[in-house]
């Protein structure tokens, strides 16, 4: 499979409205690099202005990537890590 | 082997683990509801309910006022009339005020009523310090609880252990009180070190209670303990195994059944005893086990070490919690001063 087909896994879709921030922190991963995850399964946890947030698997697929890890921060707009769908 | 055994992938903190067990046991049987402090909208202030309310509603999701005896007191009443309460004590440190509640209705109606009743609930409840909340609300108290007959005491380690423990819980015919340390649970604001998330079959199950967890297998020191410590206790193992001392690590899960012959079988193995406690010293879990073992194995036994927290008010300051809570290298040393 080519890196061009994987799937992002972003944060804007669910991004807390009452939150005025545009940065976050991971808090938890519920998946690792490699493991198989479902379309809609909570993949992470993220914490904005005290507020937590799952995110959602894009895609069935492969956890191919996790580029923010747990405690890492982001910004609105990152992408947190790439599924491979299958 | 006909039998394939289910790979689990997916990775759950132990708040999610509880609260997986709790929301199974609401969807089979109606009698079961939660209530307590900020758990209905907030969601429990240590994510023991978060995302409860919006499946179950407000009639079994339920906020109670500032009230300890009252609501506990109306937790033991439901049970007795056949329903499965869940009561949410906020913080083991406030027990006191309810403490006939607990102590003297849930602990005893069964005993006082020549089992006419019988008071199948799980008071829940957040212990343990380590992120300077001070003398009244860092306490595990795990020996004030697993002193009186009467109740069952939960202490669960991981988020495996946290599911299958609170399925047993809810499923008891008698009070469990179920201990969760609130540096475990996977919160945002107090990140939980690396053990407690686990992966976590989405199906039901359930673990006996008085059956420990060998957590670490080893062969020169059994490490008896419980909760957060189960966490640090391997982490100590991690670090004497660099200097060739092969540590076992103990992970008690119930104090009350309280699994000595797991306690035994290891000692009569290693013939070294080292007990790890959060609560205090005297009077306690340490106490308790090192009896244990001089009762039953004697013999077998070469060295017996106790790290606890010290007969004094859990401190405030950083420093100070931090100098006087059993930490990892603490442990290391007791080990140490049995070789």
Not at chain 1, 13 to 24: H, V, Y
Not at chain 2, 266 to 279: F, N
Request: hydrophobic letters at 40%.
């Amino acid at each position: 499979m080519s890196a061009d087909s994987r799937v992002p896994v972003a944060v804007d879709d669910i991004w807390p409205e009452a939150a005025d921030a545009d940065e976050g922190v991971v808090i938890n991963w519920f998946a690792r690099e490699g493991t198989r995850v479902s379309a809609g399964d909570p993949l992470c946890e993220i914490q904005v202005e005290k507020a937590d947030a799952d995110v959602p698997a894009p895609v069935d697929g492969t956890l191919a990537e996790i580029v923010c890890a747990e405690d890492d921060e982001f910004e609105r707009g990152d992408t947190l890590g790439w599924i491979a769908p299958v | 082997m006909s039998e394939q055994q289910e790979v689990v992938e997916r990775e759950l903190t132990m708040s999610r683990g509880m609260v997986e067990a709790i929301a199974h046991e609401m969807r089979a049987n109606d009698e079961v509801f939660y209530m307590g402090e900020d758990v209905a909208d907030y969601g429990g202030i240590f994510d023991s309910t978060e995302g409860l309310l919006d499946e179950f509603g407000h009639d079994r999701i339920m906020d109670v006022p500032i009230s300890e005896t009252a609501y506990l007191g109306a937790a033991v009443g439901a049970a007795q009339e056949g329903m499965r309460p869940i009561a949410e004590l906020m913080f083991v440190d406030f027990f006191g005020v309810a403490m006939d509640q607990i102590y003297n209705q849930m602990a005893k109606n069964t005993y006082m009523s020549g089992g006419s009743v019988s008071v199948p609930m799980v008071l829940t409840t957040a212990v343990g310090g380590t992120y300077n909340d001070a003398a009244q609300h860092s306490q595990t108290l795990y020996g004030t609880f697993a002193h009186l007959p009467g109740m069952k005491v939960v202490v669960p380690s991981t988020a495996y252990d946290a599911k299958g423990l609170m399925h047993n819980a809810i499923r008891d015919d008698d009070p469990v009180v179920y201990m969760f340390h609130k540096r475990l649970m996977g919160i945002g604001w107090m990140p939980a070190p690396d053990g407690p998330k686990t992966p976590v079959p989405e199906t039901d199950y359930t673990i006996p209670f008085g059956s420990a967890d060998v957590k670490r297998e080893g062969a020169d020191v059994t490490i008896v303990t419980l909760g957060l410590h189960v966490h640090r206790a391997l982490d100590a193992a991690d670090s004497l195994a660099e200097d060739g001392i092969d540590a076992e690590v103990v992970d008690l899960r119930t104090l009350v059944p309280l699994d000595r012959e797991t306690i035994l079988e290891s000692v009569r193995k290693t013939g070294t005893l080292v007990v790890v406690d959060e609560d205090y010293r005297s009077y306690g879990v340490t106490g308790e086990v090192v009896a244990t073992v001089t009762d039953e194995a004697l013999a077998h036994l070469d060295a017996v070490e106790r790290v606890a927290m010290p007969d004094i008010p859990i401190p405030y300051a950083r420093p100070l919690e931090t100098e006087t809570q059993p930490q990892a290298a603490d442990i290391e040393a007791a080990v140490e001063r049995t070789q």
